[in-house]
C-alpha cells in the first residue's frame, strides 16, 4: 500500500462518506437496493483491509458522487445513473450533498504588496521542499525556526478549508509560498505565514501527493503525480501548466508517492488500483507492473523506466468465472524515491503481488542507476505475498493462499551514522523495521519486528531520523490482542519507538496516550499510521485519535499535544472540519508546523491545513 494507505483500503475508502443530518427519505429509500447489491459483499462482511460499513459514515456525500462518477471507484459504479450515484451516496452518508460549504478556490486572494516577499532565494535549511525534506527522505528540519524548548508553547496561528472534503497529500513551503494538494485534484499556493492564496490549479483528477520544486528548463515549477498516472510541472509563479506527460500506459495506473526532483530529472515512483479491480471476477487480473520513471524535468520527456517486476505478465489460466488471468503482477511503487547522490543511486519500496505464485520484486527493497535506471540490487522482505481484494478462495481472481499484504509502502531512508557510515531504512506493514548496508548490495545489517502487522497495520506511512536514531510509528489498527515477537507487554495499537541507527537497539518506546477521540467513542482510534517529522530534540507524529503530539527524542516524553479534531474558522471563509490524521505527515518550515487535519478511515474526514506556531505568532 503506500502508502503507504494501501490501495484496495483507498479506493473503498475514498468512495464512501461522512455522518450526518438530513437525509431525504426517498433518496436514502432508492440507495439501498443498489448499495446491497453493489457493496454489501465487500462492505457488511468486511476483511482485511476493506472498512466495514460504519465505517464508511466519516466522508461527505459530494465525496461519494466524486469517487463514483470521476474517481477511482468509477469502474464500480458502471452502469448507474446520476441519480442512483446520488441515491447511493446519500444512502451510505446519511448526508444530503452540499452538507459542507465548499470554499471557493479564489477566495482570500493575496494582495499584490505581499508578492515580493515570495521572491527570496529557496534556502534548502529552511524550506521543506518534497515529502521527506532532503534527497534522503529524513523528514528532518535541522532550522525548525523554534527550538525544542519553545514547542510547549506552540498554538494555532490560521486555518485553512480545503474543497473537497479530506485532506490528503502534504504541504511543501519553499521560497515563502505553501504548495498543498487536494482530493478533488486542486493544487494552491498560499501565503506561507498568512494562508492567503497566491493561485490554484485544477489537475482533473486526485492528487494525493506532496509537490517538488525546482527548475523546469528556466522557470521555476511545482511537479507532482496524479491518481489517473499522469505527471504534471506547473509554474510555480503564476499556476500555469508547463507540461503533463503520462507516467504509464496501463488504464489503472496511478502516481501516488511524490516525486523527487534531483539534476534536471523527476524521479516518479508508479502505483495502481488494479489491486482492488480483481475482486471483479470478469476483470482480467492482473497485467499492472510497479515502476520508476525517470522524465526530464524541462519536457516531461521519459528517459528511462525501470519496472519492479522485470519479466511482463503472460497468460496462465482461466478463473473459475472463465475470465484469462495473467502473472506475474504487481510489486507498486506506493513511496517517494530516495536519492543517493553519492553512490547515484534511487532506491525504493515495493508492494505485495497481485497474482502468480512468485513475483521477484514485491515486498523488497531496490536500488536502481540515477542515470540508466539499471536495477543494482533488490532484498525481499516477504516471500508470496500475493494480494487481491475478493471475499472467497477458489472463487474469481482471489489466489489460492491470500497473502499479508506486506507492503514497503512508505518512503525508504537514508541516514548517516554517528561514525560516518551510512544505512538505508525502511519500514514494513508486517510491522518490521529493516536497516540495510548500501555498499553491499543491501545486505541485511539489522531488523527489528516491533508491531503485528497488517493491511493497515505495521509502520504505515513513513519514519524520521536524526543523527543517532531513529523514530518509528505504529499503526496496528485493531490488532490489540496478541504480542509481537520480543515484546512482553500486551500489545496495543499506536506508540512510537526510537531506535539506534548503528544497532537497532530500542532506546525507548513510548505507548499511545488514552484521551479518546473529541468526536466519540465510534470510530476512535489511537494508532499512528501518519508519517512523522523531527526537529532537534523534538519528533512530532499524529494519530487517529485526531491528536497530534510532540515527543522529547532524548526519552520518549511527550511534551506537547494538540487536539485537532474540531472545527477551525479558516482564512478562506468557511469552516474547516479536523478528524482523524492519517497518511502523509507534518511539515515544519521557518518557525511553522503545518498539519493535514481529516484524511478519514478510522475517523472522521476533514479539510482542515492547520499552521501552527509560538503562540500562535
Known amino acids: 500500500m503506500r502508502r503507504s494507505l494501501s490501495l484496495a483500503l483507498t479506493l473503498c475508502v475514498i468512495a464512501f462518506a461522512a455522518r450526518a443530518a438530513d437525509t431525504p427519505v426517498a433518496a436514502t429509500a432508492n440507495g439501498a437496493p443498489i448499495y446491497a447489491q453493489r457493496c454489501a459483499t465487500c462492505h457488511d462482511h468486511a476483511q482485511g483491509r476493506i472498512p466495514p460499513r460504519y465505517m464508511l459514515s466519516h466522508k461527505t456525500a459530494d465525496q461519494v458522487v466524486r469517487a463514483l462518477t470521476t474517481g477511482p471507484m468509477r469502474q464500480q459504479a458502471a452502469g448507474l445513473s446520476a441519480d442512483d450515484i446520488k441515491a447511493l451516496a446519500i444512502f451510505i452518508t446519511y448526508k444530503r450533498a452540499g452538507a459542507w460549504p465548499e470554499p471557493d478556490p479564489a477566495a482570500n486572494g493575496c494582495k499584490p504588496h505581499a508578492e515580493p516577499a515570495m521572491l527570496r532565494p529557496s534556502s534548502a535549511g529552511t524550506d521543506w521542499n518534497g515529502w521527506g525534506r532532503d534527497m534522503e527522505n529524513s523528514r528532518f528540519q535541522p532550522e525548525p525556526g523554534f527550538t525544542a524548548a519553545d514547542v510547549p508553547r506552540l498554538k494555532l496561528k490560521w486555518a485553512f478549508a480545503y474543497p473537497g472534503g479530506e485532506t490528503v497529500g502534504e504541504p511543501v513551503m519553499v521560497a515563502g509560498r505553501l504548495y498543498v494538494s487536494s482530493a478533488i485534484g486542486r493544487i494552491f499556493a498560499l501565503d506561507a505565514r498568512t494562508g492567503c492564496t497566491y493561485w490554484s490549479f485544477d489537475a482533473g483528477a486526485p492528487v494525493k501527493n506532496a509537490v517538488s520544486v525546482g527548475l523546469a528548463g528556466a522557470r521555476r515549477a511545482i511537479f507532482f503525480g496524479d491518481m489517473s498516472g499522469s505527471v504534471h510541472a506547473v509554474d510555480a509563479m503564476t499556476g500555469r501548466e508547463i507540461w503533463q506527460a503520462k507516467a504509464d500506459a496501463h488504464p489503472l495506473a496511478q502516481v501516488r508517492g511524490s516525486p523527487k526532483l534531483y539534476n534536471g530529472r523527476l524521479y516518479v515512483p508508479v502505483s495502481s488500483g488494479e489491486e482492488?479491480?480483481?475482486?471483479?471476477?470478469?476483470?482480467?487480473?492482473?497485467?499492472?507492473?510497479?515502476?520508476?520513471?525517470?522524465?526530464?524535468?524541462?519536457?516531461?520527456?521519459?528517459?528511462?523506466?525501470?519496472?519492479?517486476?522485470?519479466?511482463?505478465?503472460?497468460?496462465?489460466?482461466?478463473?473459475?468465472?472463465?475470465?484469462?488471468?495473467?502473472?506475474?503482477?504487481?510489486?507498486?511503487?506506493?513511496?517517494?524515491?530516495?536519492?543517493?547522490?553519492?553512490?547515484?543511486?534511487?532506491?525504493?519500496?515495493?508492494?505485495?503481488?497481485?497474482?502468480?505464485?512468485?513475483?521477484?520484486?514485491?515486498?523488497?527493497?531496490?536500488?536502481?542507476?540515477?542515470?540508466?535506471?539499471?536495477?543494482?540490487?533488490?532484498?525481499?522482505?516477504?516471500?508470496?505475498?500475493?494480494?487481491?481484494?475478493?471475499?472467497?478462495?477458489?472463487?474469481?481472481?482471489?489466489?489460492?493462499?491470500?497473502?499479508?499484504?506486506?507492503?514497503?509502502?512508505?518512503?525508504?531512508?537514508?541516514?548517516?551514522?554517528?561514525?560516518?557510515?551510512?544505512?538505508?531504512?525502511?519500514?514494513?506493514?508486517?510491522?518490521?523495521?529493516?536497516?540495510?548496508?548500501?555498499?553491499?548490495?543491501?545486505?541485511?545489517?539489522?531488523?527489528?519486528?516491533?508491531?503485528?502487522?497488517?493491511?493497515?497495520?505495521?509502520?504505515?506511512?513513513?519514519?524520521?531520523?536524526?543523527?543517532?536514531?531513529?523514530?518509528?510509528?505504529?499503526?496496528?489498527?485493531?490488532?490489540?490482542?496478541?504480542?509481537?515477537?520480543?515484546?512482553?507487554?500486551?500489545?496495543?495499537?499506536?506508540?512510537?519507538?526510537?531506535?539506534?541507527?548503528?544497532?537497532?537497539?530500542?532506546?525507548?518506546?513510548?505507548?499511545?496516550?488514552?484521551?479518546?477521540?473529541?468526536?466519540?467513542?465510534?470510530?476512535?482510534?489511537?494508532?499512528?499510521?501518519?508519517?512523522?517529522?523531527?526537529?532537534?530534540?523534538?519528533?512530532?507524529?499524529?494519530?487517529?485519535?485526531?491528536?497530534?503530539?510532540?515527543?522529547?527524542?532524548?526519552?520518549?516524553?511527550?511534551?506537547?499535544?494538540?487536539?485537532?479534531?474540531?472545527?477551525?474558522?479558516?482564512?478562506?471563509?468557511?469552516?474547516?472540519?479536523?478528524?482523524?490524521?492519517?497518511?502523509?505527515?507534518?511539515?515544519?518550515?521557518?518557525?511553522?508546523?503545518?498539519?493535514?487535519?481529516?484524511?478519514?478511515?478510522?475517523?472522521?474526514?476533514?479539510?482542515?491545513?492547520?499552521?501552527?506556531?509560538?503562540?500562535?505568532?
Open 276 to 617: 482492488s479491480a480483481g475482486e471483479d471476477p470478469a476483470y482480467p487480473c492482473c497485467t499492472f507492473r510497479g515502476s520508476v520513471v525517470a522524465l526530464d524535468a524541462a519536457t516531461g520527456r521519459i528517459i528511462w523506466k525501470a519496472y519492479t517486476i522485470p519479466d511482463e505478465p503472460k497468460p496462465t489460466k482461466k478463473n473459475p468465472a472463465g475470465t484469462q488471468m495473467y502473472a506475474p503482477s504487481g510489486a507498486a511503487v506506493w513511496g517517494s524515491p530516495t536519492i543517493d547522490v553519492k553512490r547515484n543511486r534511487v532506491y525504493v519500496g515495493t508492494g505485495n503481488a497481485y497474482s502468480g505464485i512468485e513475483s521477484p520484486g514485491a515486498d523488497s527493497v531496490m536500488a536502481f542507476d540515477l542515470d540508466t535506471g539499471k536495477r543494482l540490487w533488490s532484498v525481499a522482505g516477504t516471500a508470496k505475498d500475493v494480494y487481491v481484494v475478493c471475499q472467497k478462495i477458489g472463487t474469481g481472481n482471489c489466489p489460492a493462499e491470500i497473502g499479508p499484504d506486506f507492503d514497503f509502502g512508505s518512503s525508504t531512508l537514508l541516514g548517516t551514522l554517528p561514525d560516518g557510515r551510512q544505512l538505508l531504512f525502511a519500514g514494513q506493514k508486517s510491522g518490521v523495521v529493516w536497516a540495510f548496508d548500501p555498499d553491499h548490495d543491501g545486505k541485511v545489517v539489522w531488523h527489528k519486528k516491533l508491531a503485528l502487522g497488517g493491511a493497515y497495520g505495521g509502520i504505515e506511512h513513513g519514519i524520521t531520523a536524526d543523527s543517532g536514531h531513529l523514530y518509528v510509528p505504529i499503526s496496528d489498527v485493531g490488532t490489540s490482542v496478541a504480542v509481537p515477537t520480543g515484546q512482553d507487554a500486551p500489545h496495543k495499537e499506536g506508540g512510537l519507538v526510537s531506535l539506534a541507527l548503528a544497532t537497532g537497539d530500542q532506546a525507548w518506546r513510548t505507548a499511545a496516550p488514552e484521551v479518546g477521540c473529541s468526536w466519540g467513542a465510534e470510530s476512535c482510534a489511537s494508532a499512528q499510521p501518519a508519517s512523522p517529522a523531527a526537529i532537534p530534540g523534538v519528533v512530532f507524529s499524529a494519530s487517529l485519535d485526531g491528536h497530534i503530539r510532540a515527543y522529547a527524542t532524548a526519552d520518549g516524553k511527550i511534551v506537547w499535544d494538540f487536539d485537532t479534531g474540531r472545527n477551525f474558522a479558516a482564512v478562506n471563509g468557511v469552516e474547516a472540519h479536523g478528524g482523524a490524521i492519517t497518511g502523509y505527515g507534518e511539515t515544519i518550515a521557518d518557525g511553522i508546523l503545518y498539519v493535514n487535519s481529516g484524511g478519514g478511515f478510522y475517523g472522521p474526514a476533514g479539510n482542515a491545513l492547520l499552521a501552527i506556531s509560538i503562540d500562535g505568532k
